[in-house]
């Protein structure tokens, strides 16, 4: 912002003192007087200390016991960037705990004493909190090391490097080998830290190291260990960073010349290092966390301390005079999104207050921010608009000076080493991950994503340097100025005064606590300490494609530069450099500084009505209409833009492109989101219509424009339109992040909650919006029941139902009448050994009672197959007990004779593979996968088609067609509903009908937990178009008698014949055992077409969404050999996701006679028993530390007894998982394989990745990945 | 039943557009044959047809051309008892409820611990009732009308859940059932109370014919399309009239093609 006003000695106005430096003002990078022309934007997560606890075993358990052979170090290095095991899931039954329960004593969830340490570190709080070593009391031999390494730096050799790679090697099969080796590593590395070429040289030689240490995983793993300790060494003793850093050279310029040259690592390296070295001696103590004064030079630091920095530089100070100049003092800035100061655990009440635009974030705001079609969230680059992102801080020092610049090919490097990191992509790319991963642990954090910017400059032809952004215009020239009582601002900025003067607008309008434009304080968040100054920043990556902007120009005025030139103006309201249209329409003018009240001092309403001069719609125009719709409105409108263009050096005119992607990374800050920033981006740019303008359209430049003959812009004093304007700007990510006061940072870093002040809160606690509507399977009623059956005595919770009433008004076709047994009221249980004993039911080996009843099974199967009973519906006893049998006998002989005759499970294997490497290879080149479509669906409708021979119709049935519209039958539909739906006709109609009936099927008969009736009619409907089916299916297969049998269904229709001989009777003829047949595959594509996607889908969003890291995990667990154990590594993956998360969250039985389940737990006769799988899971008794996720004895853990898993079911029992173990299990550990490969695989950010499900049966999960190998 | 007709309320008309706004009381107790009291399965209905809305797929309600806005909410015991006295609710004075009282849930459909079945005797029972607010084109019993004869199934669905709903069936007794339950709307605005929706759609889609034609007969460089008189007319001809399917039969509005 080069017209920002000078900075004086002082601030004066105290009231902004504690804001952050560098956000009111830019900080000018020492004695230059320039902002900042370069900076780094790393986009960080707090990891948890659980995390770092559970990585540490890991480590350990594997740097003791592999086999150094044939391990590969990946993976294991690979836990030092975050761990891949969670140390607790998110169980339902958390939130109960947290209200006022008495609450586990350890705090899973609790971040990393590390953050605290950084967040201390830069802020400059405390000089209690020092590194481990202070804890092992190992400080002493590394200071000793340290100096004897600085000693022997003198020493230094050119060819020591490139025969380094030659020692490795020979080291590593030397005994003593790993301490030479880091001995030898770290003297060169301080050897040659003043020649960052060399240093960026030993980083490329680690690098290609790769095979070398991957032979030795407890080599590599110690080498990062020791490295480790020696930075935190260095990071916590300012003076030993200081002296590391000077090292390098003599002024800031020269030293940071050499970082960029050694690219990212270095850069990263060296900027933790500016922190520590910046770390003020005496910094205050806790107890008076919060003050401090203004000889406080932390990296992040005040305002007012800031601006005594700045008075203290302008003395003149000779280069290289003292060490303490040798670092720059250039402050940074850190700022968190929502869940980031959740993950930090504010007061909770607090973390509510926040405004709900801060809440939600940027990218479930994207429809009214035109962040549409390519710049729709769900393509932002990496996490971008995750959650997962929760914070950033923004880094950069001066880098070479004017006589020695930083040569432009190390900055293309650092740019690709960036691009790398971000894309993880190549060797390269991890590498980096795993590099920086070692670095920012030590500070609590995992860096998930940087962004560099970079200011390009453009001689304006009179000796003066110009910042441009990327399409050739001068940027970031008005800015609101917030009164600082620094003077008259320049004119042009701040707002329009009555009379058409220019003053500051309200602080208030920029930072929190301060009085608006119209004289309101804000009051949210309810905590003064986190508000006050604070603000809210806006992060926007956008791409701008300057060859297609240019590519336009000149389509549009071929005849000439010059009309080009002047079409561009038209669309920005300024020619390029700066001058307003306004101004001079014309021609743009030679403005002598930027003072120069050409540039900016200028009103649209009073100078250019009616668009004469500069066209309404352009650019500078509705982005600041100044004195439009009178000066009452905009003023409440403004933003401080902070932004800072990326991609490297602006592009020649005549250039196609140089192959990095160009643009801004927006930055700005306001009080109020939806008030300032989004009125501006979402009215003002992408809306024709405000401030009693109309007509408009989208902005030329940067609006959400997509090429349409309705995307126009009118030029000043045109008749025709410019039309069919594309998209020029795209959006690859961004967030809304808060920017808390220099004060309340380092109250944060002292662990300050900030709870709320009083008053405000209780609205909210009062508010009467929320209340629901209660269901007997509400998700809070269930997590209350299961808590007290937990931790209280009871064993069982009973909810009787409401009355029924028995006649209606309605002349309704429905019959008033139910069954007994619906009304009847509901038994939960949850203990283990009480849900384990009514899901197997299994009173003795000779006894034929059974006590607890499937009917309900029955009742619903029977309405799907046509009344015929299917083997879930029945049960043993006089009732169903020979019809399963039967059902049972033929499935076992069918199954086991196509085994033996067609090898069903070596095809199952060949189908699973091919089918996912097809979608691996099918979406590789997009990046885009739907996990539960692509791999599970897929896979379970190959076998439903090839080995069970029940492919679908080679259409969409009726259903499928109207479901999309809740109607289940084509006669329900308009024709022009159908027109509307807008998507191309699936590729394979008979998966997706087939599906469709399996996910109504399965909703219907285990789901349908409320017994609604539209589940009930809509099983009836599919179960009738699957019937009939699978009826032309068999029919077919008769016809044809195939030999040998390929599929189940020919295999059925084979044993014809000797079912009958076995079974045939006057009750029981060929019709008969087709009726069985017909039910069987209807039981085995059903469930198996939606149990596994549904299975799959739970098992895949916690992956993700507890960033348990597959590529890590599987080759770990794949690591350990462990021939005795019944499961194996994977398998127990999924049996403990299934656990924390089951797919099947309660189970139904009904109680006909009293049962006595255990001493004190009678279940009375005629009542249901709801057998809650999710509160047994969470058993101390069965799982021991049932909160803990356990991989042992794979991984450190506690022990988890596989017999006691509930997934689709109990084991053993008598009703036990027919397809589990035969099917769904091996199928699930191949996707778990398949997933594994993926790497950076996470959901789309905004509404894109969110699961997808019919009637809770998940049928979707969009996902992203980086690469796949 | 007997409805004394003298208390009906007037729908309030503003140009050509009216509101009607009926609260209804929603029926007690569970649904036969289900484990979902009415109001769940009122709640699902209505979720059902917003899921549409917010997919952009057309619904039933599409069918009734005339409806600007419409509006469906419940409101809860828990919510209109707030401040009323009754223990279990909050109370306004700050301070005046115990820890205790706003924890405890009133006595509604479902008793969550309740071990018997039988109901407490005497125990009033508050329930929840259906706010129903619609702004549409025209005179109400002509909307009315085609609400009995275009989606006379799926609005008995809905209203079903409603107390004493006769259903569409038998128009007269439909009548007097909404007229019953109308109330009386205190405020209602329009901001363009003299505009169809099937104006405002034939508008925006000339808008977007317009534009079109500008595209192609103008070009900011000043190159002009000969013959511009031919052209004109033939935009003329094909924007101002629609001979049918404005909308379709389902409602949605498809805009003619624009001749290339």
Known sequence: MSESPAAPATVQDESLSTVQANIARVAKQGDTRRPRDWGLHLFFRVMKESEIATTEAIIETFTKGTNAKNAPDDPVLDLYNGSPV??????????????????????????????????????GVGGSHTGSEGADGSAAPLSTLLQALQASASQSDESDIDSFGEQVEMLLNQPDGLDILVQQILALIVRHLDA???????????????????????????????????????????????????????????????????????????????????????????????????????????????????????????????????????????????????????????????????????????????????????????ELGRPSIHGYFSGGFRAGSDGHPVAERYWRRLRADIRSYNSRTGQRGRFLRKMLGVLFRLFGMEVLHIELGQTPYRSDGSGRELRLEHFGFRDGISQPFVDMK??????????????????????????????????????????????????????????????????????????????????????????????????????????????????????????????????????????????????????RHRILRRSMSYGGPLLDDESKGDGEPKGLLFVAVNSRLDLQFEVIQGLWINKGEFLGQAGLGRCPVIGANDSSTSDTFLEANAVAPVTQIPRFVTNRGGDYFFVPSARAVRKLAAGFKFPPDTGEAQDRIDSIGGRKTPTLFDESRIRAIAHRILSGPERSVTVGLPEAPTRSDYPSPRTYSEDARTGDGMVFVGRHADVHRVLCDNPGPNSTDFLLSVAHYRVASRRTSRGIDLLIGTETGPDTGATRQRLQDILDTAWTRLDKQAGTYKRLKGITETTLDAAIYRTAPSGRIDLVRDLATETVYRISAEIFGVPGPDRLTEIAVALPFSKKHLFELEPDWLATLNRDPPENPALETLHLWSVIFLADLVGNLFLQDELKELARTAGSEFMTHLDDLLASARRRQPEPAQTLLDMFVQLEPEMLRKYGCADYASDDYYADVTALLLELSGTIMSVVPTAWGRVITTILDNRIGLPTLVPLLKMRKLPKEPLTGIERLVYEIDRVNPAFRIFQRYCETDMVVADGLTIPRNSWVGA?????????????????????????????????????????????????????????????????????????????????????????????????? | MNHQTGNWIESRSLGDVTEICVMSPIRLGRVPGERRTFEERLRFKIDSLMGRAEDGLPNVLNRITTIHFARMLVIRPDQYLSYSGLPGFPHLEKGAETASETTEQPKLDFDPYRTGQQPVQNQPHYRSWLFTEVIFDGDIKVYFRDIAERIAGDFDDVFDNCEEFPGTGDFSRFWNWIRKYQIHNDLFLSAYPNLSVPRI????????????????????????VEPIDDLFDAFLKESQQYASGFPASGGVYQPKQITE
């Open chain 1, 196 to 382: 960052p070429e060399r240093l960026a040289h030993i980083v490329d030689v680690l690098t290609g190291l790769g095979a070398g240490l991957q032979r030795r995983p407890d080599l590599a793993l110690s080498l990062y260990g020791r490295l480790s300790d020696i930075l935190l060494h260095l990071f916590s003793n300012p003076e030993a960073a200081l002296a590391m850093v000077s090292r390098l050279g003599h002024t800031p310029a020269e030293i940071g010349r050499k970082v960029v040259a050694g690219g990212l690592p270095v850069v990263c390296l060296y900027e933790l290092l500016r922190h520590a070295a910046q770390r003020p001696n005496g910094a205050t103590s806790g107890e008076n966390e919060g003050e401090s004064d203004t000889a406080n030079t932390a990296a992040l630091r005040e305002e007012r301390q800031q601006a005594a920095l700045q008075a203290d530089s302008d003395q003149p100070v000779a280069e290289g005079s003292s060490s303490a100049t040798a670092v720059d003092t250039l402050p940074i800035n850190l700022a968190f999104t929502h869940s980031g100061l959740k993950a930090l655990q504010l007061d909770p009440m607090t973390l509510e207050s926040f405004p709900d635009v801060f809440k939600q974030g940027m990218a479930a705001r994207a429809e009214r921010l035109g962040d549409t079609g390519p710049s729709a969230p769900e393509y932002w680059e990496g």
């Open chain 1, 486 to 635: 620094l003077g008259t601002p320049p004119p042009g900025g701040g707002k329009v005064g009555r009379d058409g003067t220019w003053e500051p607008i309200a602080t208030g309008e920029i930072f929190l606590g301060h009085p608006d434009e119209d004289g309101n304080r804000h009051i949210q968040p309810y905590c003064h300490d986190l508000r006050f100054n604070g603000t809210y920043l806006v992060f926007r990556k956008l791409e701008q494609d300057v060859v297609g902007f240019r590519d336009f120009l000149k389509r549009q005025r071929p005849e000439s530069k010059e009309a080009q030139d002047r079409l561009a103006a038209q669309f920005m309201g300024r020619w390029q450099n700066g001058t307003p249209l306004v101004v001079s329409p014309e021609t743009p003018l030679t403005l002598t500084d930027d003072r120069d009240p050409r540039l900016n001092d200028f009103l649209y309403r009073r100078q250019d009505p009616e668009g004469r001069k500069c066209p309404l719609g352009s650019h500078a125009r509705r982005s600041n209409p100044r004195d439009i719709g009178g000066h009452d409105s905009v003023k």
């Open chain 1, 86 to 123: 969670p140390e607790c899931l998110l169980s339902e039954l958390d939130d109960t705990e947290a209200a006022g329960q008495p609450a586990t004593t350890d705090n899973p969830d609790k971040p990393a004493d590390a953050f605290f340490r950084w967040l201390s570190l830069v802020s």
């Open chain 1, 1172 to 1269: 809650m799988a999710i509160a047994a899971n969470f058993d101390a008794s069965a799982f021991p530390d049932p909160k803990r996720f356990s991989l042992a004895p794979f991984l450190p853990g506690p022990k988890r007894d596989p017999r006691n898993y509930l997934m689709f079911g109990a084991q053993g029992g008598q009703r036990d998982c027919w397809g589990r173990d035969r099917l769904a299990l091996d199928l699930m550990t191949s996707f778990v394989e398949r997933a594994s490969r993926l790497h950076g695989l996470r959901r789309p950010a905004g509404p894109g990745g969110s699961t997808r499900d019919i009637a809770r049966v998940i049928i979707g999960q969009p996902a992203r990945f980086a690469a796949s190998g």
């Open chain 2, 201 to 224: 759609k034939q508008l925006e889609d000339f808008k977007k014919r317009f534009d079109a034609f500008v595209a192609k007969v103008r070009s900011p460089t000043g190159r002009k």
